[in-house]
């Protein structure tokens, strides 16, 4: 069997899993005759930067990177190949489609297959690739957990840990001073951080994305909860959670090339509203922000993370490409990227964490 040279690239927002990834995609091509492993710095644009960067990846460069948060070969979510930013000779910026002068830059570099690592928008650059003839394997990871087609992605359980750390933490604060606490948690469109974290936890509220919420219906609980003699309470809020008249809370950015909404904020806001609300009750808001992407997997994570790494290099030697590893437990098999960017991995009406924490009388604050 001929040798191969493999790329790979971490893309979007880091999550705790991807050097796990990484690590497992090298150890797997190590064992087939002579396939070379390369790392795109910060995504697609060490290819696209002159001089290019693409590192060597080699088993003793990944040796025990496992346990590691971030990623290695750095990642980026400014600039897509098929929006990407140019200055301008005014010093302004403007975007260009440089898709082809990528696949033409991978082609140069002899690289049979790309393994690209990330979330959404990700995979949504996989897929355009492919369609334009790359050979290309998509890996999911997002602690928000909103890809679709797989049970999980990696990243998440970790951030659920941490959230859910938070609120215990909370609940020994809020429980001496009989205050209110409010804990905003990640969540872009999806969730299942703060639902979890909010069913793990025992919190009071959970303002999710999916469930649009009416702040007097939050009060309502509230007061319900210090009239029968609770003294504290814990809300926990993802930061894309929206009021019934569909307000989220959020922030331009400056960054260039950055195309996301910034979200964040939601927490003070929220407070603010119910301070006008409930008179006299002490409030207070965590952010817990950057710290939920940060640091060590936890086993599940890493578990996954290297059961993907595995099953791309296996794609690659069937040279199935265009196709997205997905965990459909206890397997992990593979869809078509087309399939897995289609729709998001949103909380359903009927869903069961929904339910239980319905059942467990969790106010959504609908
Ligand atoms: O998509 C994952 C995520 O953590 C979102 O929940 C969040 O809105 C976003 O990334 C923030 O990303 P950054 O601040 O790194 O641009």
Same mark, same amino acid.
């Given at each position: 069997m001929m040798g191969k040279r493999i790329l790979v690239t971490t893309g979007g927002g880091d999550c705790p899993g991807l050097n796990a990834v990484i690590r497992s995609i090298v150890k797997r091509a190590s064992q087939e005759e002579d396939w070379e492993v390369l790392g795109s710095v910060d995504a697609f644009t060490g290819i696209m930067r002159e001089p290019m960067e693409i590192m060597p990846l080699n088993r003793s460069n990944v040796a025990?990177?496992?346990? =590691?948060?971030?990623?290695?070969?750095g990642t980026t979510n400014k600039g897509s190949p098929f929006d990407w930013p140019v200055k301008k000779q005014d010093g302004t910026w403007d975007t260009i489609d440089a898709s082809d002068d990528l696949i033409r830059r991978i082609q140069c570099q002899q690289i049979d297959a790309v393994v690209n690592i990330g979330g959404d928008g990700s995979q949504d650059i996989s897929n355009r690739l492919f369609k334009k003839g790359l050979n290309i394997i998509g890996v999911p990871k997002t602690?928000?957990?909103?890809?679709?087609?797989?049970d999980f992605t990696f990243g998440f359980q970790t951030a659920v840990e941490i959230a859910t750390d938070a609120v215990d933490k909370l609940v020994t604060t809020a429980a001496s001073h009989n205050r209110i606490m409010i804990l905003e948690v990640m969540? =872009?469109?999806?969730g299942w951080i703060g639902l979890s974290a909010a069913v793990a936890g025992g919190a009071d509220v959970v303002l999710i994305p999916e469930v649009p919420y009416d702040i007097e219906k939050v009060v309502g609980k509230l007061k319900k909860r210090i009239h029968n003699g609770k003294g504290f309470a814990i809300i926990v809020v993802a930061e894309g959670a929206k009021t019934k008249e569909g307000e989220v809370v959020s922030a331009e950015s400056s960054?260039?090339?950055?195309?996301?909404?910034?979200?964040?904020?939601i927490g003070y806001a929220l407070m603010e509203e119910l301070k006008k609300r409930m008179n006299g009750i002490g409030m207070r808001v965590t952010v817990l922000g950057h710290l939920q992407r940060g640091g060590t997997p936890c086993a599940f994570d890493r578990i996954l993370a290297t059961q993907f790494g595995v099953k791309a290099v296996e794609l690659i030697k069937e040279r199935k490409f265009g196709r997205m590893v997905v965990y459909r437990h206890p397997d992990i098999v593979d869809v078509a990227l087309e399939e897995a960017v289609d729709t998001y991995n949103l909380i359903g009406p009927d869903n069961f964490l929904l339910k239980t924490a319905r059942g467990n009388n969790i106010s959504l604050g609908d």
């Open positions: 025990g990177i496992h346990v =590691r948060g971030g990623t290695i070969i602690i928000d957990n909103d890809l679709s087609c797989t969540g =872009r469109d999806a960054e260039v090339g950055y195309k996301n909404v910034r979200l964040g904020g």
